[in-house]
């Protein structure tokens, strides 16, 4: 069974930067994405991105921090979280789905198990 599998979450102080990244990726599911969810909250869209062409897209919430991009492994999509804020703080999930604008809408994804991003002061 093919898996999204999400890495490179942890801990991080206010300002800091971490580097997520999400492998499994599958040729009928082209779009991809992040979503993040904090405890007694809903899950947040926070980007997506096409694994072929352009058209790459951040939520305004994390806007000018935060940028999606394709690994250089040919197999991966990376989320790059700048400046981090304590209201970072969740579990963020890698998502798949047949294109990135599903993606947005969250449409008919499927899912990583999840990893925890903690950010303090």
């Known amino acids: 069974q093919v898996q999204l599998e999400e890495s490179g979450g942890g801990s991080a102080q206010v300002g800091d930067s971490l580097r997520l990244s999400c492998t499994g990726r599958t040729l009928d599911r082209p779009g991809m994405g992040w979503f993040r969810q904090a405890p007694g909250k809903s899950r947040e869209y926070v980007a997506s991105?096409?694994?072929?062409?352009?058209?790459?897209h951040v939520a305004g919430s994390v806007r000018g921090r935060f940028m999606i991009s394709k690994g250089g492994d040919e197999n991966s999509v990376i989320l790059q979280m700048n400046k981090l804020k304590p209201e970072d703080t969740a579990i963020y999930y890698c998502?798949?789905?047949?294109?990135?604008?599903?993606?947005?809408?969250?449409?008919?994804?499927?899912w990583g198990q999840g990893i925890q991003v903690t950010v303090s002061s």
């Open positions: 991105i096409p694994w072929h062409g352009s058209g790459d």
């Open positions: 998502t798949a789905g047949e294109t990135a604008g599903d993606v947005r809408r969250r449409q008919n994804l499927i």
